[in-house]
C-alpha cells in the first residue's frame, strides 16, 4: 500500500506570496491533520480534516488554511507569507477522525513533507 | 490542553548499548503513545506505539513502557547500530479528538 505522498517536496516563495501545498492520504485513510515543524517550536499541530471537513485546528493565525476534497486529498494554503513561514510542512493520514463516543485513537503516518523557504 | 515533555534533548550512546528516551504528560485523559523516528531529510516514522490499557510492549530491540498513574512512558532501545541515529519524537493523544502533542525531540548518535 503506498504511503502519504506530498507535494511539492521543496519550494522557494518570497515574502507577501501565497502557496498551496498538497498531501494525498494512504488510501482509505480519511483523516488528514498538517503539522507545522521547526528547529525551534518542533512539530506544532495545524489543523486536521476528516471527510472535507476541518475537525480540528491549532492555535496559527488565519493566513493558515486548508481544506479537503472528496478523495479525503487534502490542500494547506498560507497566504501573505512571512519569513517565519519558513518550515517542513508535515501530513499525516489516519483511518478516521477520533470522536468523544469512540475508543482508542487511530495511528497517524506521516509523509516525507514540504520543505518552504520564504526569503 | 495536553503537555508532553521529553527528555533528553540529545543522547549519545556507543553502538551495543543502550538508549532510554523519556516523557511525561499532563492530561490524564490520554490513552495513546506513539513513538515516531525522523532520519534527516525524511518525514517521522512510528516505530512502536502503546495504548493506556497495557504496561509494556516490545518489538525486536525497541520496546516502550507506560506508568499511567506518574504520567510518563519510555522508550528503550537495546542493542543500538550507527542506523539508530535519527531524532525520536515521542506524542501523546485522547480519544476526544485526533490531536497529537507531540515532544520536543530527542537527537540520538549511536557512535560506531
Known amino acids: 500500500k503506498a504511503g502519504v505522498t506530498q507535494t511539492p517536496r521543496y519550494l522557494i516563495k518570497t515574502r507577501g506570496q501565497q502557496v498551496t501545498l498538497s498531501c494525498s492520504p494512504i488510501?482509505?485513510?480519511?483523516?488528514v491533520s498538517w503539522y507545522q515543524q521547526t528547529p525551534g517550536q518542533g512539530l506544532q499541530f495545524l489543523f486536521e480534516?476528516?471527510?472535507?471537513?476541518?475537525?480540528n485546528k491549532g492555535n496559527f493565525p488565519g493566513r493558515f488554511s486548508g481544506r479537503q476534497f472528496s478523495n479525503s486529498r487534502s490542500e494547506m494554503n498560507v497566504s501573505t507569507l512571512e519569513l517565519g513561514d519558513s518550515a517542513l510542512y508535515l501530513c499525516?493520514?489516519?483511518?478516521?477522525?477520533?470522536?468523544?463516543?469512540?475508543?482508542?485513537?487511530?495511528?497517524?503516518?506521516f509523509g516525507p513533507g514540504t520543505r518552504l523557504t520564504v526569503l | 490542553g495536553e503537555n508532553v515533555e521529553q527528555h533528553p534533548s540529545t543522547l549519545s550512546v556507543q553502538e551495543g548499548d543502550s538508549a532510554v528516551i523519556k516523557c511525561t504528560y499532563s492530561?490524564?485523559?490520554?490513552?495513546?503513545f506513539p513513538w515516531y523516528k525522523q532520519e534527516l531529510g525524511k518525514g517521522p516514522q512510528l516505530i512502536i506505539d502503546?495504548?493506556?490499557?497495557?504496561g509494556e510492549k516490545k518489538d525486536q530491540r525497541i520496546a516502550v513502557t507506560l506508568n499511567k498513574t506518574a504520567k510518563h512512558f519510555s522508550l528503550h532501545i537495546t542493542e543500538t547500530q550507527p542506523e539508530d541515529s535519527a531524532v525520536y519524537f515521542c506524542?501523546?493523544?485522547?480519544?476526544?479528538?485526533?490531536?497529537?502533542?507531540f515532544g520536543t525531540g530527542t537527537s540520538l548518535t549511536v557512535i560506531p
Open positions: 502503546i495504548r493506556s490499557n497495557v
Open positions: 488510501s482509505g485513510h480519511r483523516s
Open positions: 492530561d490524564s485523559a490520554s490513552n495513546y
Open positions: 480534516y476528516f471527510s472535507e471537513t476541518q475537525r
Open positions: 506524542a501523546a493523544s485522547n480519544e476526544a479528538g485526533n490531536q497529537f502533542y
Open positions: 499525516a493520514s489516519s483511518l478516521r477522525a477520533g470522536s468523544g463516543t469512540r475508543r482508542g485513537t487511530d495511528t497517524q503516518y
